[in-house]
């Protein structure tokens, strides 16, 4: 504690002449002639013993250059870790795009195959397996089904007045098809085991398909099928439309070609109907 109050009147004699104004000076014993005293001698050792302020900076420089040397160092070290990780991303991306780029030039270089000669209006060739059809109540043998071109076709007539009374197949979801092909195969002959929609629609209207969520997915494939029906009437075989149409989508989903096919026909002014004709699927959505 001596030592504390010998370090404080020191102090509070330097600060003396700077801050004159301070609470401290109107007491004792920081006022009168000892202190006077006092004050002048430490104020007379603290100017002696102060070394000059260029003194001081050179002193200082050296340390001052060294913290700045080692703080560029540090900063040059993180700008080139930043560098090679920035380099080793866009090479990374390069090498990626290059592969995105073989790719599309393949899918563009590659021929596609498609027969001609069927003429306008020409089917697709069929599937090796040909589909399902629905079952039909098989007539009872005896003498009218070996009866010759008349009983069979009786009993055919009989079969089909049977299913009628049976009342239409129910479908609830269309077949997941990913191309322009199948999709007209669907339409034109059946998928999945199930019968051609055309003869569905011809027969049952839309009575096989009394859902909501199938009825829909039908309005949005009676796109494409329209639209291979339009172009078949102007003289293309369906082998052509096909591959115009599988041009067109460019490797996107059908739901993407459907909506294509839509901009496409609010930009066409529409042509008056003189009645049903070849290029539209009859049908209600």
């Known amino acids: 504690?001596?030592?504390?109050?010998?370090?404080?009147?020191?102090?509070?004699?330097?600060?003396?002449?700077?801050?004159?104004?301070?609470?401290?000076f109107a007491y004792a014993p920081f006022c009168g002639p000892e202190w006077d005293g006092f004050a002048a001698t430490v104020q007379a050792d603290a100017i002696a013993g102060t070394e000059p302020q260029s003194l001081l900076l050179q002193h200082a420089l050296p340390e001052l250059s060294g913290v700045l040397e080692s703080s560029r160092e540090a900063v040059l070290r993180s700008v080139q870790r930043l560098a090679n990780q920035q380099a080793a991303a866009l090479q990374v991306q390069a090498a990626t795009l290059q592969a995105l780029q073989a790719q599309l030039e393949r899918v563009l270089h590659t021929p596609i195959t498609f027969t001609l000669g069927g003429g306008p209006g020409a089917a697709?060739?069929?599937p090796a397996a040909s589909?399902?059809?629905?079952?039909?109540?098989?007539?009872?043998?005896g003498p009218a089904a070996v009866g010759g071109p008349v009983a069979a076709a009786a009993a055919a007539a009989a079969a089909t007045a049977a299913t009628d009374a049976a009342g239409p197949p129910t479908l609830t979801a269309l077949a997941r098809v990913f191309t322009v092909k199948d999709a007209w195969r669907e339409w034109q002959?059946?998928?999945?085991?199930?019968?051609?929609?055309?003869?569905?629609?011809?027969?049952w209207g839309s009575r096989w398909r009394p859902g909501n969520a199938i009825r829909i997915a039908f309005s949005r494939r009676k796109v494409i099928w329209d639209e291979v029906l339009a172009r078949t009437a102007r003289g293309k075989s369906v082998n052509e439309i096909v591959a115009e149409l599988e041009l067109l989508r460019a490797g996107r989903s059908l739901s993407s070609l459907v909506e294509e096919l839509k901009r496409r026909?609010?930009?066409?002014?529409?042509?008056?109907?003189?009645g049903p004709g070849p290029g539209t699927v009859r049908g209600q959505p």
Do not use: C, K, N, S
Not at 1 to 24: E, G, I, K, N, T
Not at 265 to 274: C, F, L, M, S, T
């Open 265 to 274: 026909r609010e930009h066409v002014a529409p042509i008056p109907a003189r």
């Open 189 to 203: 002959e059946g998928l999945a085991g199930r019968p051609a929609l055309r003869e569905l629609e011809e027969r």
């Open 124 to 126: 697709l060739p069929a």
């Open 131 to 141: 589909p399902a059809v629905m079952p039909l109540p098989a007539a009872p043998l």
């Open 1 to 24: 504690m001596r030592r504390l109050r010998l370090v404080l009147l020191q102090d509070l004699a330097v600060l003396q002449p700077r801050y004159p104004a301070l609470p401290f």
